[in-house]
């Protein structure tokens, strides 16, 4: 059964990354996913947390939230933004990024990972973690110019994708009219060094077997590694 938009069904959605795309931020990046759209934009300042201030190292955190007619219907800002979904995001986001940034070498700084959704159509939260990590990344290079932090701050790349189970296939990186049928969703984030941040999956109907979610695994592995490919494109030609 064909997929809606064509793709087969180990292939990602378009995928384009538009830097500078905000003035003022360190670093910052719209990352387009077949039609969802993430604005990232990476913010250092020169302070910690409280908890933090002992240590002489850093900081990073995230935020998200989904702007009003980023959706079919409008959602309110303050729901778009303090919503159980969107605080569970964030925590995901910031736990993506810390895994492959160095906190303890960033001195007396916090990063702050804002992931602003304008259009979604499924994946907005992988979107953001691989979104997120070209915002972090160009936000870094001028500080290890510098010399104010070290190259290896930044210990190896991130990425997300979601897979799932749709009518017995399947399927990479689903939009939302594949994502509201599934059998079975799953998130993958992965680390440039192949290693896993985190995987969320869950069964929407009935429960699924081994051969499945490995199935699913390793699905979501290869597009990740495609992703991993693109962002080093990109920030190589910055």
């Not at 292939?11 to 759209?37: D, W």
Request: negative net charge; charged residues 20%; aromatic residues 4%.
């Amino acid at each position: 059964m064909p997929r809606i938009d064509n793709r087969t069904n180990n292939q990602l959605r378009p995928v384009k990354f538009t830097p500078h795309f905000t003035a003022y931020a360190e670093g910052s990046v719209l990352i387009e996913t077949g039609n969802t759209r993430v604005l990232c934009n990476a913010t250092i300042e020169d302070k910690v947390p409280t908890w933090r201030e002992e240590s002489g190292g850093g900081w990073l955190t995230a935020e998200y939230a989904m702007l009003p007619r980023s959706t079919h219907q409008r959602i309110s800002r303050r729901q778009g933004s303090e919503a159980a979904r969107s605080q569970e995001i964030r925590r995901l986001i910031g736990r993506a990024l810390r895994a492959v940034v160095n906190v303890d070498k960033l001195g007396s700084r916090t990063i702050t990972v804002d992931c602003d959704v304008i259009q979604a159509d499924g994946g907005t939260r992988t979107a953001s973690i691989t979104g997120g990590y070209v915002a972090v990344a160009m936000a870094m290079q001028k500080l290890i110019e510098d010399y104010h932090v070290p190259a290896n701050v930044l210990t190896t790349p991130v990425a997300a994708v979601s897979v799932g189970l749709v009518n017995n296939e399947l399927l990479l990186d689903l939009c939302y009219e594949e994502d509201a049928v599934a059998e079975v969703d799953l998130n993958l984030v992965m680390t440039g060094a192949g290693k896993f941040v985190e995987i969320q999956g869950t069964a929407e109907r009935t429960p699924f077997d081994q051969e499945t979610l490995l199935g699913l695994i390793a699905l979501a592995r290869q597009g990740v590694e495609q992703l991993l490919t693109q962002q080093a494109e990109l920030l190589a030609h910055l």
